[in-house]
């Protein structure tokens, strides 16, 4: 019943940015975390960005630390994830993630969107 639709992915060329967007929504959470995974061509799912309930404590990956920048709106069930200086390495599959918790959604979500494609050129 749950459902996580993403929006936002495409085409961009490298050193661009993205915004992309996840509503929640077909839950009976009071309170819980949301992040992004992605899969790279070839390469095994990995967590990029979480962020807690409450929005004041968040986690990146160390390949987008500095550039990628997640925050959420509570009234909306929405989380986003802003990506500045994107790298043809950012090319993926980036899946919308909802658990109970950031420890949660860093070592195995339960929920997942469908995934939104994003594509960076050189």
């Known amino acids: 019943q749950v459902q996580l639709v993403e929006s936002g992915g495409g085409l961009v060329q490298a050193g661009g940015s993205l915004r992309l967007s996840c509503a929640a929504s077909?839950?009976?959470?009071?309170?819980?975390?949301m992040g992004w995974f992605r899969q790279r061509p070839g390469k095994e799912r990995e967590s990029v960005a979480a962020?807690?309930?409450?929005?004041?404590?968040?986690y990146y990956a160390d390949s987008v630390k500095g550039r990628f920048t997640i925050s959420r709106d509570i009234a909306k069930d929405t989380v986003y994830l802003q990506m500045n200086s994107l790298s043809p390495e950012d090319t993926a599959v980036y899946y919308c993630v909802v658990d109970r918790n950031i420890a949660l959604i860093t070592t195995g979500p339960r929920y997942w969107g469908q995934g939104t494609q994003v594509t960076v050129s050189s």
């Open positions: 962020i807690s309930w409450g929005g004041t404590t968040t």
């Open positions: 077909g839950h009976t959470f009071s309170a819980y975390a």
